[in-house]
């Protein structure tokens, strides 16, 4: 088992910046995908930014030069920096661990982001 714990949703105006953060119960990255989704009211979840266990990222195109994915292997933490937000980034965020390749998926409670206009 696999506890995500997400923080640093808030709300931001227009071209502000948020850090949201999720820590895991245990040391997980050497074998499992990281990925922040995001689901806005009446949308489906999407992915907007994914790390690999090898350390690949990659992007949503509706974020990309935005939002940046990292991780802190010593704090068991990915990060999710996001910049220039705009109203449309307004949803839940959560963070997943995709297991390699036992394919095991995990999910955090979520986080609010709310840009407003």
């Known amino acids: 088992q696999v506890q995500l714990v997400e923080s640093g949703g808030g709300l931001v105006q227009t071209g502000g910046s948020l850090r949201l953060s999720c820590v895991a119960s245990?040391?997980?990255?050497?074998?499992?995908?990281m990925g922040w989704y995001r689901q806005a009211p009446g949308k489906e979840r999407e992915l907007v930014a994914g790390?690999?266990?090898?350390?690949?990222?990659n992007y949503a195109d509706s974020v990309k030069g935005r939002f940046g994915i990292s991780r802190d292997i010593t704090k068991k933490t990915v990060y999710l920096q996001m910049n220039s937000l705009k109203p449309e980034d307004t949803a839940v965020y959560y963070c997943?661990?995709?297991?390699?390749?036992?394919?095991?998926?995990?999910w955090g409670q979520g986080t609010q982001v709310t840009v407003s206009s």
């Open positions: 245990r040391s997980i990255f050497s074998f499992y995908n």
């Open positions: 790390i690999t266990s090898a350390g690949s990222t």
């Open positions: 997943n661990a995709l297991g390699t390749p036992t394919r095991n998926s995990y």
